[in-house]
C-alpha cells in the first residue's frame, strides 16, 4: 500500500496548482483522506479532509482557495489550490487510514499511511 504525491512546484503569489496523490495497493473511495502540509520548523498542519461519502472540510487558512476531490476509479486523490499565497510555501503529504470513513479526524496522530510529500512553493 502506497501513496504518492505529485503536483508540486513554484508558482507566483495568485497562481494555482493541483496536487495528485496516487493510491496504489489501496482505494481511495473506502476511507477517509486527507491533505497536510508542513514548513520546516513548525508542526504539521491540516489542509482538509474527504470521506467516503465525498464530504469535504477545510482549514480556515485555506477555506474558499483549495478544494479537496477524488477519483475513485483511478484511485487519486486531488488537491486543488487557486490563489496561492506566499504563506501557503509548504511541503504538502496526503494521508489516509483505514480506521475512519466518516466524521474525517483531523489530527495528524490519527492518520497511518502517509505519502512522501510534494514541495510548493509561491513566490510573492
Known amino acids: 500500500v502506497q501513496l504518492v504525491e505529485s503536483g508540486g512546484g513554484s508558482v507566483q503569489a495568485g497562481g494555482s496548482l493541483r496536487l495528485s496523490c496516487a493510491a496504489s495497493g489501496y482505494t481511495t473511495s473506502s476511507d477517509c483522506m486527507a491533505w497536510f502540509r508542513q514548513v520546516p520548523g513548525k508542526e504539521r498542519e491540516g489542509v482538509g479532509t474527504?470521506?467516503?461519502?465525498?464530504?469535504?472540510t477545510y482549514a480556515d487558512s485555506v477555506k474558499g482557495r483549495f478544494t479537496i476531490s477524488k477519483d475513485n476509479a483511478k484511485n487519486i486523490l486531488y488537491l486543488q489550490m487557486n490563489s496561492l499565497k506566499p504563506e501557503d510555501t509548504a511541503t504538502y503529504s496526503c494521508?489516509?487510514?483505514?480506521?475512519?470513513?466518516?466524521?474525517?479526524?483531523?489530527?495528524?496522530?490519527?492518520?497511518?499511511?502517509w505519502g512522501q510529500g510534494t514541495q510548493v512553493t509561491v513566490s510573492s
Open positions: 494521508a489516509t487510514d483505514y480506521r475512519y470513513y466518516l466524521e474525517c479526524p483531523k489530527a495528524e496522530a490519527d492518520f497511518g499511511l
Open positions: 474527504i470521506d467516503r461519502l465525498g464530504r469535504t
